[in-house]
């Protein structure tokens, strides 16, 4: 299934994308896709609705912004130099654990809305990253294994990252990830069953139609199966958590010499599966 929320910004209604593109308004049934309906079985109840009245519920205009697929998360915790050839561009060494850290909620915004520039931004740069939703409360799993059964989906995370802010001066990462606008997710949340492998998985980027990044999940230092294990050993993975799994190589700190967005530039991205987002570079607001 591939779960969507539609609507104006933090009104956002529930919804589904069938298979033969249309959208269909599930609000009627269920009131978000939010920790209630994952830890209630959600899932399970969604699919046999569809099964069976699919063909009668109403249609959502193609003309409707796409929010978030998921609502404000609890948390939104990434994973950084998780690709093996990313770490090398960034000059840093293969990590032997992950490293992690937080990136405020607050960023997450619909797939097509706007990135909108921090105030003194000057190295704003792209990251496409495999987005992966916690589908149930998770604390201390036994092993990867077992923590295939917590994911509720998979779909397209945009984690943008302020360089000056991340790694110049003092402080943590945090501060270079959580700026306004700074996490576009979406188009759809996709269930796991339509996901045969998310271990293999393309990911490829575009700025202003030139091809920045071109990677696949293959290439992870750490799986998503290890990682939703890990992290539940140290914090509890509520349902609706986003986990951003780390980017491939490409990003514009890596190039020689550096390149970041400026207003006006565009930025796709796409996952394999996983559908295609885009959002336009805006100046900062007054």
């Not at 295939?148 to 000056?164: M, P, Q, T």
């Amino acid at each position: 299934m591939r779960l969507i929320r539609f609507g104006p910004d933090r009104h956002e209604h529930p919804g589904v994308e069938l298979s033969d593109g249309r959208r269909v308004d599930l609000s009627g049934s269920f009131a978000d896709w939010g920790p209630a309906f994952f830890n209630g079985g959600g899932l399970y109840q969604l699919r046999d609705l569809l099964a069976r009245h699919a063909g009668s519920l109403p249609e959502v205009p193609a003309s409707v912004r796409l929010g978030p697929p998921v609502p404000r998360p609890g948390k939104v915790v990434c994973i950084g130099l998780n690709y093996a050839d990313h770490a090398a561009e960034s000059g840093m060494d293969i990590p032997t654990e992950p490293v992690v850290f937080l990136k405020a909620s607050n960023t997450v915004v619909g797939p097509y809305d706007d990135i909108v520039l921090p105030r003194g931004s000057v190295k704003t740069d792209w990251e496409v990253e495999l987005g992966v939703v916690i589908g149930r409360d998770a604390k201390d799993l036994d092993s990867p294994e077992e923590a295939a059964s917590f994911i509720a989906g998979y779909c397209i995370s945009h984690d943008v990252s302020e360089r000056a802010f991340q790694l110049e001066g003092t402080g943590q990462w945090t501060k270079g990830k959580s700026c306004d606008t700074f996490n576009p997710l979406g188009p759809w949340l996709v269930t796991t069953d339509e996901i045969a492998d998310p271990r293999n998985l393309g990911l490829r980027l575009e700025v202003n139609g030139e091809r920045m990044q071109d990677g696949n999940t293959r290439t992870m230092v750490f799986d998503v199966f290890f990682l939703v294990h890990y992290l539940s050993r140290f914090m509890t993975l509520e349902a609706g958590d986003v986990i951003t799994t780390g980017t491939p190589p490409g990003v514009g700190l890596g190039m020689d010499p550096p390149r970041y967005l400026k207003p006006g530039d565009s930025v796709e991205l796409s996952i394999s599966g996983l559908g295609t987002q885009r959002q336009l570079v805006t100046p900062p607001r007054a």
